[in-house]
C-alpha cells in the first residue's frame, strides 16, 4: 500500500519549511536512510532521509514551495504496487487534514484541508505518465522574477533562488547576475554562492528607501535609527528562547576552574598531534565525563516523565550569519579528544554553510556555550529545548588564588557558569555533576584515559 510522505519537524520547533532541492526522482527506489530531498528551514538546510523503502511514485510539492510541517510532500509505493496504484490508495489521505496545521506568513502554503485539495487521480492510458504528479503539486513560489542588484541590462532575466540564497545573497552583497545554478532546473542553492562575485560597493549596499517628498525630513534622519529586517533564523532564535525563559525554571551555579595543567596538557598533545587541539575541546570531553561520573543528571524532561539517557551526546553552540546553530556531538563519552576536536571542526564549518543534516541537530540533553575566545570571562547561557541544561565557558585568566596551604599564588583560572532546569536537575544533582567536571578539567589526564 501507498505510503504519504509529510514535511518533516526537521528542526526543534519549527512550524513550516521550504524544499530546497529534491535529490530523487519520480520513479526512483529508495531505501531507508537514503537522503531524498534539501529541507530549508529558519535555521539551516538540512538532508531529509528516507524513513521508509519502495518507489516514489509522485512528488506532490515543488523546490521553492514553503509548506506547514506535516504537509503531504510525496507518495512512496510498495513493493509490487505502481505509482497509479499507490496514488490512488492515498488519494484521501493526501487530501485529509493534518493535526494543528501552521499558518505561516504570507507565502506559505498551510496544510490542505480536506475540501481544498482534491485526491491524486488515477491517469487515464491517454495520460501521459508525469501526469499525476502534475495534478497534485502546488505552484512555485519562486517564479516571479529576479531583480538583479547589479543593474545590467540583463535585470529583467528570471532568476530561480530559494529564500535563504535569497537572504544570503543581499546580505553578502553579491552578483548572482553571472551564476549558473546548480539545482533542478538551473535553480541557484545555496553551494552555487561560493563562486559568486561580491557587487561594486554602490550595488552591494542596501537598496535605499525612496526619497521622501520636497521639504519633508526622511524617516532615519528624522529618528536617527535604522530598522535592520529580521531573518528566519532570528525570529526562530527569538521564539525559542522566548519559550525557554518562559517555560523552563533556571537556576545557576558558579564555578572557578584552575587550568594550569590543562594548559600544559594540551601544549604537550598538540606537539605530537596532526590537527591542534583547543581548549574547548578539552572542555567538551571533560562535560561527557561528569555525566558518566553523575549519570542521573544525563536527563531532560518530557509530558509524562524524566527521560534517562545511557550516552552522553552534547550539543556545542556555533556561531553562524545572523544566528547561531547547535549541532549535537553523539557518544562522547566513548570518543577520543582527537575526534571530539575533528567532529567540532566539521560540524561548525557545515553549520556556517547551513549544510547540516537532520539528524546532527537532534538529540542530547546538554550544551556548551563558549564565549572565552572573546575575552568574556563569565556569563550565564539561556537551555536550550529540549536539553536540560547547558555550560557557559568564560575566559581563562591570571588570578590570585589561595592554595591548600593558605599561601596566595598566581593561577590560571576560567569561570564556567551551569543554567539547569529545575524539573530535571534539583540543586543538590546540580552541584554534583559541576563538582564532577570541575574535577575532571582540573585533572586533565583523567580525559585521555
Not at 516571479?144 to 529583467?156: K, M
Not at 535604522?226 to 525554571?249: F, H, K, N, Q, Y
Not at 572565552?372 to 541544561?389: D, Q, V
Request: aromatic residues 4%; negative net charge; hydrophobic residues 45%.
Amino acid at each position: 500500500m501507498g505510503t504519504v510522505i509529510r514535511m518533516p519537524e526537521v528542526l526543534a520547533g519549527a512550524t513550516e519549511a521550504a524544499l530546497q532541492t529534491w535529490l530523487v526522482s519520480a520513479g526512483d527506489e529508495i531505501t531507508v536512510g537514503q537522503p531524498i530531498a534539501e529541507v530549508e528551514t529558519e535555521k539551516a538546510v538540512v538532508e531529509y532521509e528516507a524513513e521508509q523503502a519502495g518507489v516514489l511514485a509522485s512528488i506532490l510539492v515543488e523546490t521553492g514551495v514553503q509548506v506547514a510541517v506535516g504537509t503531504p510532500i510525496a507518495v512512496l509505493a510498495g513493493p509490487g504496487e505502481s505509482a497509479e496504484q499507490a496514488l490512488a490508495a492515498t488519494g484521501s489521505e493526501i487530501g485529509a487534514p493534518t493535526p494543528e496545521p501552521a499558518s505561516g506568513p504570507a507565502g506559505t502554503v498551510a496544510a490542505p484541508e480536506k475540501d481544498t485539495v482534491p485526491a491524486a487521480k488515477e491517469p487515464s492510458a491517454t495520460e501521459a505518465p508525469g501526469a499525476a504528479r502534475a495534478d497534485s503539486a502546488p505552484p512555485a513560489v519562486d517564479a516571479a522574477p529576479e531583480v538583479n542588484p547589479s543593474g545590467d541590462a540583463d535585470s529583467t532575466a528570471r532568476r530561480f533562488m530559494s529564500p535563504l540564497v535569497r537572504r544570503l545573497s543581499a546580505e553578502r552583497g553579491l552578483d548572482l547576475s553571472a551564476v549558473k545554478g546548480t539545482g533542478p532546473g538551473g535553480r541557484i542553492v545555496r553551494r552555487d554562492l561560493d563562486a559568486a562575485p561580491v557587487l561594486s560597493e554602490r550595488a552591494a549596499s542596501p537598496v535605499a528607501p525612496p526619497a521622501p517628498a520636497a521639504g519633508a525630513p526622511s524617516a532615519a534622519a528624522s529618528s536617527g535609527h535604522t530598522d535592520v529586517p529580521l531573518s528566519g533564523m532570528r525570529r526562530a532564535i527569538a521564539r525559542r528562547l522566548v519559550e525557554s525563559v518562559t517555560t523552563i525554571p533556571h537556576f545557576y551555579l558558579v564555578a572557578e576552574c584552575r587550568v594550569d595543567e590543562l594548559f600544559a596538557l594540551r601544549q604537550k598533545v598538540n606537539a605530537v598531534a596532526t590537527s591542534p587541539i583547543s581548549v574547548n575541546d578539552f572542555v567538551v570531553k571533560a562535560t561527557a565525563a561528569a555525566f558518566v561520573d553523575v549519570p542521573e543528571a544525563n536527563a531532560i524532561w518530557t509530558d509524562g516523565a524524566i527521560r534517562r539517557f545511557d550516552e552522553v551526546s552534547i550539543a556545542v553552540a556555533v556561531s553562524v550569519d545572523d544566528g547561531l546553530v547547535t549541532p549535537v556531538l553523539k557518544a562522547v563519552n566513548r570518543t577520543g579528544i582527537s575526534e571530539i576536536s575533528a567532529s567540532i571542526r566539521e560540524l561548525a564549518e557545515r553549520g556556517r554553510a547551513g549544510r547540516l543534516k537532520q539528524n546532527e541537530l537532534e538529540g542530547g540533553s546538554f550544551s556548551v556555550s563558549n564565549l572565552g575566545m572573546f575575552g568574556t570571562e563569565e556569563f550565564s547561557a539561556i537551555i536550550n529545548p529540549p536539553h536540560s541544561g547547558i555550560l557557559a565557558v568564560g575566559a581563562a585568566s591570571k588570578r590570585p588564588v589561595v592554595d591548600s596551604d593558605g599561601q596566595l599564588a598566581v593561577a590560571t583560572v576560567m569561570t564556567v557558569t551551569m543554567s539547569a532546569d529545575h524539573r530535571v536537575l534539583d540543586g543538590a544533582l546540580a552541584a554534583r555533576w559541576l563538582s564532577a567536571f570541575k574535577a575532571r578539567i582540573e585533572n586533565p589526564l583523567s580525559l585521555l584515559l
